[in-house]
């Protein structure tokens, strides 16, 4: 067994099953997906670390903890279309590649959508289909989806997400600010929705149409002002 092997499967037991994740097939593909590949080299020693990691363009590498929360929350069986919207890295993509029967991931930023490519290519998934564009009105054309996964931080749930979603169909995605959100679990049920905040949590902001206006941080906006 390689280092990292070893690094993984202590992420799980440490991060993940002490924490409260119990979805055998969430914990079995983080298990197997090589997180270390998705990080640049330099930072491959702490790719199994119980945190974010950058990955260039300002964007992070979601800790593992939240990838499999955010997961689990999906309740995948296997036979879901599931939308991904800020696919990043591609770690996630891959997981949701092993639990899902279809996944389509968009990205905005087209220097991550190729690292990702690069990456993900080595697995040679024929069930995953990754799309430059703005994530925050979804992927209509495509449309409905069983399960969408925002990993980017919205100020208020996109109404055009919870349309692309199939009756019974989960949408987990961070609402609030700019630096910090709250998790939440929106299901469409046959008339209305039933709306779960899972946790707090802290993600990049999801820059669009539906989402945050720019790509100019808080900080740099107070910057300003001075
Ligand atoms: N799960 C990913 C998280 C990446 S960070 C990982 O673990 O690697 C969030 C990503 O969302 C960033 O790459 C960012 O560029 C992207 N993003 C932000 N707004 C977006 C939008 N409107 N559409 C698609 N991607 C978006």
Known sequence: MSRFDLLRRRMVEEQLVSRGIKDMRVLSAMKK???HLFVEEALQDQAYRDHALPIGARQTISQPFMVAF??????????????????????QTAILAELAAEVISIERLPVLI????????QFHYENVRLQLADGS???????????????????????????QLDIGGRLVIPVGGRSSQVL???????????????????FVPLIGASGWQSAKSETDASNHLH
């Open 184 to 202: 939440k679990k929106i299901v469409k049920e046959k008339y209305g929705t039933t709306e779960t905040a899972l946790t707090h949590c802290a």
């Open 33 to 35: 997906i090589p997180r």
């Open 114 to 121: 190729e690292k990702a490519r690069a990456i993900l290519d």
């Open 137 to 163: 009105i979804g992927w209509e054309k495509e449309s409905s989806f069983d399960a969408i996964l925002v990993a980017a931080g919205a100020p208020e749930i996109p109404q055009a997400l919870v349309d």
């Open 70 to 91: 955010m997961t689990e929350a999906l309740a995948l069986s296997g036979k879901e279309k599931v939308l991904e919207i800020g696919m990043g890295s591609g770690y």
